[in-house]
């Protein structure tokens, strides 16, 4: 996924969508962290594309529900939560990549 980046310095005047996004006593940082996108949460995406994969596919809001998330993502202990929800038996395991069982794959 290819995204553009556009740096705005407190001394350009705001166009388009930006200025619009400005109100009355807001500082342009309050703007446009107002209007940064949600973060970009790789445990919950790769929950997602397990899910999937079992044609078991469930939403971020049926996994998220009600968890306390950090910083608006799962945590790896969330990520168990979630998966419990969707129906899965999950663990946390601490070992190499190569001495898992291929049999349980795909993982997190």
């Known amino acids: 996924m290819k995204q553009e980046f556009r740096s705005i310095q407190a001394?350009?005047?705001?166009?388009?969508s930006?200025?619009?996004?400005?109100q009355p006593g807001q500082s342009t940082d309050e703007a446009k962290e107002?209007?940064?996108?949600?973060?970009?949460?790789?445990?919950l995406r790769c929950l997602i594309a397990v899910t999937t994969w079992h044609d078991r596919?469930?939403?971020?809001?049926q996994l998220t529900a009600g968890l306390p998330l950090q910083?608006?993502?799962l945590t790896p202990e969330l990520t168990l939560r979630a998966a419990n929800r969707a129906g899965y038996a999950a663990s946390i395991v601490r070992k190499p990549l190569?001495?898992?069982?291929?049999?349980?794959f795909p993982a997190i």
């Open 11 to 16: 001394s350009q005047p705001l166009e388009g």
């Open 18 to 22: 930006q200025a619009a996004m400005l």
């Open 34 to 43: 107002a209007a940064a996108p949600p973060a970009y949460d790789v445990l």
């Open 57 to 61: 596919p469930a939403s971020e809001d």
């Open 71 to 73: 910083q608006g993502n």
């Open 98 to 104: 190569n001495r898992l069982n291929p049999l349980v």
